[in-house]
């Protein structure tokens, strides 16, 4: 399907890298890591340098079985309920379950550093749409137990296993972004499909099919992009997770751009309920796992949604190969949409998103 051309990039590109000031205050400029013109051979490496290493993720493939000795605890009101489901290995995963118990179920997976409450806005549109909506958060992030090990793509989906199967969902449709896309392909191909749960796949701003440069990947981003990451995280995670909603993540760093304070408010909150050796475990499942062979499986009806401005996970090295491996996918690109396209962009997204599903 053609896809609208990349947009150009603004003459003089900043990452927001070490800012030492409120994003709003003019007289206190952000004192940028790199300084890249349009011409520079480095902008590629730019792109992943502002890009936030919230792109979600994937990590060494082990095989693992977690799916669930369930020992819940609930909180019901009427159609709201939160609860915990405990893994094989003993990791409490908290998810919510909203709306309807009769609604076909949409589960939502969220993007690093973040949690299951990234997606209110969804949530709320969707169950005012008459649909079940689940969403949880990722073991070490969110209200999940903080544990040691287990921060790779093979755990992240069983742990979704051991919660749609604790739930009985049927007929669901999974929707990921980000590291959260690595993760529901990795679900959907490995447990989901073979066992008839998944009706349908949307991937938004997705990490698939592998975001790393390799020899099989010439295109991807360099390994030091996320070493950077990581020294980042470990140095001052408090100040990145200002950074990278406050440029970035929502195209906050873009002339013309209106930024919301309680937007990245609510990007540093929920980056910080995580724990940091989690988040820090995650870069290299969301940046490494290569989730080809998983797209390669996948045929249930699959919406790749990308904005050409995504500064944190590139559309060219993501949307435009993961389109190509899927079987039964549909490829629409947003012109001039960022990386967080689901908090700047709601009505147009949620819209799209109801769209495919009905369809």
């Known amino acids: 399907m053609p896809t609208q051309p990349l947009a150009t990039p603004s003459d003089r590109a900043v990452v927001p890298i070490d800012v030492q000031a409120r994003p ?20 590629r490496e730019f792109l992943a340098l502002g890009f936030n290493a919230a792109v979600l993720a994937a990590a060494a493939s082990v095989p693992f079985a977690a799916h669930a000795s369930i020992q819940p605890t609930s909180i019901d009101h009427g159609t709201v309920t939160m609860s915990h489901v405990t893994t094989k290995d003993g990791v409490e995963i908290f998810y919510k379950d909203w709306g309807p118990k009769d609604g076909q179920p949409i589960v939502f997976h969220h993007g690093w550093p973040l949690s299951s409450d990234d997606w209110d806005t969804q949530a709320l549109f969707f169950v005012s749409q008459g649909y079940r909506v689940v969403a949880h958060d990722r073991r070490g992030h969110g209200r999940s137990s903080q544990v040691s090990d287990g921060h790779d793509m093979d755990h992240y989906a069983a742990d979704v296993a051991a919660v ?28 989901g499909q073979k066992q008839g749960r998944v ?33 980042g995280l470990a140095a001052n995670r408090a100040q990145l997770y200002i950074d990278v909603p406050s440029g970035p993540f929502y195209g906050f760093n873009r002339p013309g751009a209106v930024v919301s304070q309680g937007v990245i408010q609510n990007w540093w ?20 796992t290569d989730f080809t062979d998983d797209l390669k499986t996948i045929t249930v009806p699959t919406l790749v949604m990308h904005g050409d401005d995504d500064q944190i996970v590139p559309i060219a090295d ?32 949620n819209q799209d998103l109801l769209k495919f599903i009905r369809g």
């Open 199 to 231: 009706a349908k796949l949307v991937l938004i701003g997705a990490v698939p099919p592998i975001m790393v440069k390799t020899p099989a990947n010439p295109g991807g981003l360099p390994i030091e992009v996320f070493d950077g990451f990581r020294a």
């Open 269 to 288: 909150r929920q980056g910080m309920a995580g724990a940091a050796n989690a988040q820090y475990d995650c870069i290299k499942a969301f940046s490494e």
């Open 164 to 191: 749609i199967e604790h739930l009985d969902l049927r007929n669901v449709v999974n929707v990921g972004h980000s590291t959260g896309g690595g993760e529901a392909t990795r679900y959907v191909a490995q447990h």
């Open 318 to 349: 993501s949307a435009m190969l993961s389109s190509k491996l899927l079987k039964n996918g549909v490829l629409k690109v947003y012109p001039k949409f960022p990386h967080g396209m689901c908090t700047t962009h709601a009505d147009v997204i």
């Open 24 to 43: 709003d205050n003019p007289e206190m400029a952000p004192k940028p890591l790199l300084h890249l013109g349009p011409s520079s051979p480095d902008r």
